[in-house]
């Protein structure tokens, strides 16, 4: 059922989310988030009416429809991922082109400057990602996404009408940047809504477009500049930011029932309720005290100050290490391809892995892109290195594609939303500073070995944080149950002295009536 222009569309709060009629008696509260909260008992709080009369029934939560029009948000949501990381990995290209066009390669300071345009712009899409999460919460997938591509479009267009690199960026770096950011997370967001068993094969399918877009679009890039130039190119871009304003309108929100859509408020009344909203409403920080899932948001960062150098400087690596090889980048394609092929595989594998055991697979994941990363400076046959950047994209895809999943898990459906945002806001700071100090010890020693070695380092440490997640959340599981069975044992308890109560008052009354 699709809501009303005027209905929000936003996934709701755990705070806000709260039935505003009275809850049946002898009902215990739900427990703290977990596999149980999520996404079943959980959703009924994500994209549902909160207007309504004082007394209203609380309703029951719609299920995922695990396909229909489901199937159109995936699509969606796969030509997101595509297009926004498909042209970010694809940078490289554009690279080139604007050494050509705004200096000379020779000219190390402009080599530097113009990196700055690329680096800015991938990191801004992450740590955007916060602030995206609450737009989410307050306006819904739907208005976030679309409002993101519209954003994106101006500052790619923008981007294609200046004359020197420093313009690029405002335009490139921020405007186009933070436009995809607000478009890419909620393409995250949205596809825990309309699947529940088949999550981790949909999310599979959804990043393995960026898979596909970042194998085809260098070459398509490579086409249009040497035919059109720069300035075309980026507008021929273009194109793919409308299709991604005209997708994010598929990112409709799911209403529980007619009753409960008939008994909302005016759209404007609701608006009017969030924006007087405690601050602590806006940014949702409690979920950091759900133990597991702040263990998670330190070691995903922290394995991924080494994941990307391998992205960054393998290319360089391979020129100076193998400068007889010819079509040198066949081994970025070959880490392309093999991450679509294990984002597809694992997305699968994780929907048979139960509840948050899922991390096991994240763990998996980092162990071998460390060791990849570590096994690159001992390759001296060009083969050799092809068969690890095989591997090493391989895992790439399992780690990405089973993101989203394990976070739903964690916090379940009503918090998701901030915590991808939060997670994604702190993965932006390892991204940007990982590469450049493997650049600097490139310069330094005159060589990348120790960089690949010691960015090798950081996956492990980061996978072996992640494996406590799993105890610490059975852990609290087992205490919420401890806690739950003590409280029902006292309530019934409660329940049979007041029976026994009542029975003496009636067998006393009964006495005195015969005497």
């Known amino acids: ?7 929000p569309d936003s996934a709701r709060g755990t705070s806000e989310a709260q039935p505003l009629g009275p809850a049946p008696t002898g009902v215990a509260p739900p427990p703290g988030p977990g596999p149980s909260d999520s996404p079943e008992a959980a959703v009924e709080k994500v994209e549902v009416e909160l207007a309504g009369p004082a007394d209203a029934e609380p309703h029951e939560p719609p299920e995922p429809p695990e396909g229909g029009w489901g199937w159109l948000v995936m699509l969606a949501a ?65 208005k976030t996404a679309v409002m993101g591509a519209a954003v994106g479009f101006v500052g790619l267009m923008s981007s294609s009408f200046v004359s020197s690199i420093e313009p690029l960026y405002l335009t490139y770096g921020i405007i186009f940047a933070c436009g995809c950011s607000f478009a890419y997370q909620p393409s995250l967001v949205i596809l825990g809504h309309y699947f529940k068993k088949r999550l981790g094969l949909v999310n599979g399918i959804v990043t393995a477009g960026s898979s596909v877009f970042t194998i085809l679009l260098p070459l398509l890039l490579r086409v249009l500049i040497d035919s059109v130039g720069l300035f075309h190119t980026l507008r021929v871009l273009c194109i793919f930011m409308f299709v991604l304003f005209l997708a994010g309108f598929t990112y409709r929100p799911l209403a529980t029932s007619t009753k409960d859509k008939e008994s909302g408020g005016s759209g404007s009344s609701l608006f009017s309720r969030r924006k007087f909203s405690p ?20 070691g995903i960062p922290l394995a991924l100050f080494g994941y990307f150098v391998p992205y960054v400087h393998l290319m360089k690596h391979v020129n100076e290490r193998f400068q007889d090889e010819k079509n040198k980048e066949v081994v970025l394609m070959c880490i392309g391809i093999t991450s ?12 048979y892995v139960p509840g948050v055991k899922k991390v096991y697979l994240q763990v998996l994941s980092f162990f071998f892109i460390g060791l990849m990363s570590m096994m690159i ?24 594609s089973i993101m ?30 990982g590469p450049p100090i493997a650049g600097l010890l490139r310069d330094k020693l005159g060589s990348y070995d120790v960089a690949f070695y010691l960015a090798g380092v950081p996956p492990l440490i980061g996978g072996a944080v992640l494996c406590f997640i799993p105890w610490i959340h059975s852990k609290k599981q087992r205490e919420i149950s401890k806690t739950t069975g003590k409280e029902k044992m006292e309530k019934m308890l409660e329940n049979q002295n007041s029976l026994l109560s009542s029975s003496s008052g009636v067998f006393k009354k009964e006495s005195d009536s015969i005497i």
């Open 78 to 142: 796969m030509w997101c991922n595509g297009s926004v990381f498909g042209i970010q990995n694809a940078c490289g290209v554009l690279f080139v082109s604007m050494l050509k066009t705004f200096g000379s390669k020779d000219d190390d300071k402009m080599v530097f400057k113009t990196a700055w345009v690329g680096s800015l712009s991938m990191g801004m899409i992450f740590f955007c990602c916060p602030i995206v999460s609450v737009f989410t919460d307050l306006f819904g997938c739907r």
């Open 340 to 351: 679509g092929v294990g984002r597809l595989l694992f997305g699968r594998i994780a929907d």
């Open 377 to 400: 400076p001992l390759c001296s046959i060009f083969g050799a290195l092809i068969a690890v950047c095989l591997i090493m994209g391989l895992f790439d895809g399992c780690f990405i």
């Open 1 to 7: 059922m699709v809501l009303s222009q005027e209905e």
């Open 404 to 433: 989203a999943p394990i976070a739903f898990e964690l916090v379940g459906a009503q918090d998701v939303s901030q915590a991808i945002g939060f997670l994604l806001g702190f993965m932006s700071i390892p991204m940007t500073v």
């Open 279 to 298: 601050p602590k409403k806006i940014f949702n920080f409690a979920i950091f005290k759900v133990t597991a899932y702040a263990v998670w948001a330190v």
